[in-house]
């Protein structure tokens, strides 16, 4: 039972992106094989001037301790960027021995921590900071660390979130830093007492790895550890609340290595299939010609990739990544299948009507609501007429490509969809001179309101290739985690538009809120440069919290 519930899972975290399966290969040791060297080329080339990474490995968002931690685990092997990412490290630490992250940022990819639980996010990423640290050798910030750590325990010896002893909080430092910490059998005695409990508020994850953690110092909880991990096992091999999470499955078998008794038996299952990739990789290498050839015949058998027309293509990619919208109720891939059957595979493009029309007899019949059907329609639709005018030449990159789209819902099709709330909102202001053009087609691209019409876009331009190619039945790896980042600065810029209508508001709605995203938002230069450009600010600087986030670009500098 253990080697099989191990090898599940190692198998399934080796499938999953980066981010997550390096750390654990760097924890292991293993991070300076040569079959990885070309993800860790790719990696460096994510690292900022500063040293740091951004959240989640991805260059859409900004410099994060969890990202930076996570790749110096996996470059420690590389003296330059790992003393450059160490160093950002022990800037980075605050006065009172703890490292911050931005909880919504990071909640994007650490599914087991809430958006809302400051404390959570603040010692889970200072635990792995600390643990990136102490591997690399820097040990005078690893000692402030458990300094502070120290000086929050609480009586019953259990560290709080949220006002309530944090299993995941205890079992983590405990599993870590066990050895290191002073009241360390204080801190074991509270983790039983409310494991005994049996509280509901204790996740499976919490439980799992509080066994974990009592196993390290007594191998009597390691069998009871391993029955129960074995018995929340979800199909595919990892861990987390209703289906396998990379980022729940990493922090399990990362404390596995920690456990005298369960490194071996980690390390020789993940070698093991690390030596069978090795030699898949040779095999691929030699016969790379003829698994091409099959590999685009398969493709083109699914009806996606058409070398010949790249704007067939877009379309069809774009018909599927509206139709994931409607969630697991509804087999996309069998949806457009049977479409484009009835119109015997021929051009969509160039028959809209007719494909459409199949959509939605096939939509309906599978109960879909009819103004459901007619918004998807209607965002098809608008796309087919766009990618009728575009001129590819002028559009590239994707950048340019997402620009030139924005501009056409705005300028040519905004007749169709000005019903909806957000976008007749900043249309409306652009009417009034607010925003300049450029500046609302910005502002397209991170509106709620049209989601229809720039998320499924954004979606789609989000996706590798490669990763499309390496899926076997998703064209979208990360369904929509990809496009919760733009929902959620979707959300931020709508509060700016809505501080814009509320003008006794102003200054002090709009400051506050730039001030708490200014340095994790994707489009703070934006909304700083906007902001700016319109309103004078000598009546809130001194109403802020903290420094003026607008004091570099304010023509009056009373910050």
């Known amino acids: ?32 094989c040569s079959c990885l060297s070309g993800a860790i080329r790719d990696l460096l080339e994510l690292q900022l001037l500063s040293g740091a990474f951004p959240s989640g490995w991805s260059k859409v968002h900004g410099e994060s301790t969890m990202a930076t931690a996570k790749a110096l685990l996996c470059i420690s092997h590389l003296s330059g960027p790992a003393e450059k990412a160490a160093d950002y490290l022990e800037r980075s630490l605050s006065a009172y021995g703890f490292w911050r992250d931005d909880p919504l940022q990071l909640s994007l990819f650490e599914d087991f921590l809430s958006p809302r639980d400051y404390t959570a996010t603040e010692f889970v990423s200072s635990i792995m900071a600390a643990l990136s640290l102490r591997r690399f050798g820097r040990k005078v910030a690893v000692e402030k660390f458990l300094s502070a750590v120290s000086s929050i325990q609480d009586s019953s010896g259990t560290w ?29 005695r509270g983790l039983k007492k409310i494991l005994a409990s049996s509280s509901p508020r204790v996740t499976q994850l919490e439980r799992a790895l509080g066994l974990l953690a009592l196993a390290k110092v007594d191998v009597k909880y390691l069998s009871p550890a391993l029955e129960y991990l074995a018995s929340i096992q979800c199909r595919g091999g990892g861990w987390g609340k209703r289906r396998s999470s990379p980022a729940c499955t990493f922090l399990i ?23 069978r990739l090795v030699r898949l990789r040779r095999v691929v290498s030699s016969s790379h010609g003829r698994l091409r050839e099959k590999l685009l015949g398969l493709l083109r058998h699914c009806y996606v990739i058409f070398p010949e027309s790249t704007k067939e293509t877009l379309f069809r990619v774009f018909a ?6 409607l969630g697991p109720a509804v087999d996309a891939y069998e949806v457009f299948e049977k479409a484009a059957d009835r119109m015997r595979y021929s051009n969509m493009l160039h028959d809209v009507d007719e494909f459409l029309s199949c959509l939605r007899d096939l939509l309906l019949s ?21 990618l ?28 169709a969809i000005e ?41 789609f331009l989000s996706c590798d290739i ?34 814009y209508r509320t003008t006794r508001r102003i200054y002090e709605t709009s400051l506050n809120l730039l001030s708490t995203v200014m340095s994790r938002d994707l489009w703070k230069a934006y909304y700083l440069t906007e902001v700016s450009r319109h309103w004078c600010f000598k009546r809130t600087c001194r109403s802020i919290k903290g420094p003026c986030p607008l004091y570099e670009i304010c023509a009056f500098k009373y910050g």
Not at 173 to 181: A, K, P
Not at 366 to 386: A, E, L, M, P
Request: glycine content about 6%.
């Open 1 to 32: 039972m253990t080697h099989s519930t191990i090898r599940a899972a190692v198998r399934y975290l080796l499938g999953c992106l980066p981010y997550f399966k390096l750390p654990f290969l760097g924890l292991a040791g293993l991070s300076d």
């Open 160 to 188: 709080f979130s949220q006002g309530t002893p944090s299993v995941l909080i205890t079992s983590l430092l405990l599993i870590f830093f066990g050895e290191s910490l002073d009241a360390r059998a204080k801190a074991l």
């Open 253 to 275: 078998l990362s404390a596995m290595l920690e456990l005298e008794k369960l490194r071996p038996l980690v390390l020789e299952e993940l070698e093991g299939l690390l030596s």
């Open 320 to 325: 599927l990544s509206v139709l994931f919208q």
């Open 366 to 386: 599978r109960g879909v609501g009819r103004r459901v059907v007619y918004n998807i329609s209607k965002s098809i639709r608008i796309f087919g007429d766009f």
């Open 388 to 415: 009728s005018e575009i001129d590819f030449l002028k559009v590239v990159p994707v950048e340019k490509f997402s620009e030139e789209f924005s501009r056409y819902i705005l300028f040519k099709a905004a007749h």
């Open 419 to 459: 019903n909806y709330k957000s976008l007749g909102v900043l249309l409306y202001l652009y009417r009034r001179r607010i925003f300049d053009e450029d500046s609302l087609l910005v502002g397209l691209q991170c509106l709620p309101g049209v989601g229809r019409f720039s998320a499924d876009m954004f979606l």
């Open 466 to 499: 490669l990763e499309i190619i390496r899926c076997k039945r998703s064209f979208l790896p990360v369904s929509w985690s990809i496009v919760k980042p733009l929902l959620m600065t979707g959300l931020l810029s709508a509060k700016v538009v809505s501080a």
